[in-house]
């Protein structure tokens, strides 16, 4: 069972959803955010317009939403700038209207934001996948995550030594990073605007990880995120002019990882860190624990 949020107000959660004729799917990402019922919550819906029933699907649930509109707009990106713009939230994340966040998302995340007030980004390590029905097909275990790591791609599908994505449906960012990170995607990133924020996160947080699932990616035949190696191709040129932040020569970084293995030394010039956080059931709170890593 997910612990309860202490007494004192839980922080706003601040999702927005960006629809576009995904009225098969609409619904069920509406009722995982709003059936969770968590007590702060500021839910924004921004559609692009769509005309296969899914303004009738919002409208139903208007009276549960903080902002809602249907119009025509720039694009996925653009329309979660807009939505982000009508957020007062201190925790942010958006929410894909193919996609679903676990019954017990909200709740955890808003209880380690709040017990841990160092942490700046969240997110799991064990991604779920979906398909079309709903149903959980794959549940991935992602070994951590690092700044070095998504430096030299391993945090990116095709890349030598790839572990994982971070799951975009499944991460959860305070205001003040997002501030400080220029309060925008990229609406020039169709495709890869999260791993583009992403970059920019992680120029001045470490992202820290839960072992819980926290989201759903569904897959089915009629979305963007389908087009894989679009994505991959439009990240690895977002990449490009970073990888020179982190050792890339995989015969150094082995040596440097031995060196780091038998005396501790090394990681604080050559790597970053990572961060977890694992519940103490003793003190009804989540615990923040970080190591340096090559």
Not at 21 to 31: P, V, Y
Not at 63 to 88: C, P, R
Not at 147 to 157: A, D, E, M, N, S
Request: with cysteine; aromatic share 12%; glycine share 8%.
């Amino acid at each position: 069972m997910t612990p309860s949020l202490p007494a004192s107000r839980p922080p706003r959660i601040s999702i927005v959803t960006p629809s576009y004729n995904q009225a098969s799917f609409l619904e069920a990402t509406l009722k995982s955010v709003l059936d969770q019922q968590y007590p702060n919550l500021e839910y924004i819906v921004i559609d692009g317009g769509s005309r296969d029933g899914s303004v009738e699907i919002i409208q139903r649930y208007a009276s549960s939403l903080k902002y809602w509109v249907s119009e025509a707009d720039g694009g996925h990106m653009h329309a979660i700038n807009k939505g982000f713009a009508q957020a007062t939230g201190e925790i942010m994340a958006w929410l894909n209207s193919d996609d679903v966040l676990c019954p017990w998302a909200l709740q955890t995340v808003g209880h380690i934001f709040q017990d841990l007030p160092a942490v700046q980004w969240l997110t799991t390590r064990t991604p779920l996948r979906l398909n079309a029905a709903g149903e959980v097909t794959n549940a991935f275990r992602v070994p951590g995550f690092s700044r070095t790591w998504f430096y030299r791609g391993r945090h990116l599908g095709g890349q030598p030594g790839f572990v994982g994505y971070i799951q975009q449906e499944s991460t959860f960012w305070r205001r003040s990073l997002w501030l400080a990170a220029g309060g925008h995607v990229d609406e020039r990133q169709p495709l890869a605007g999260d791993f583009e924020l992403w970059l920019r996160f992680f120029e001045r947080a470490d992202l820290v990880w839960a072992d819980v699932p926290l989201g759903g990616f569904r897959q089915h035949g009629h979305q963007k995120t389908s087009d894989i190696e679009g994505y991959n191709a439009d990240a690895a040129r977002i990449l490009a002019p970073h990888r020179n932040k982190t050792i890339q020569a995989p015969v150094l970084v082995w040596a440097l990882q031995c060196l780091h293995r038998l005396t501790g030394r090394g990681a604080r010039r050559f790597g970053s860190r990572q961060a977890q956080v694992e519940y103490n059931a003793i003190t009804n709170s989540w615990q923040h624990i970080s190591r340096d890593c090559i």
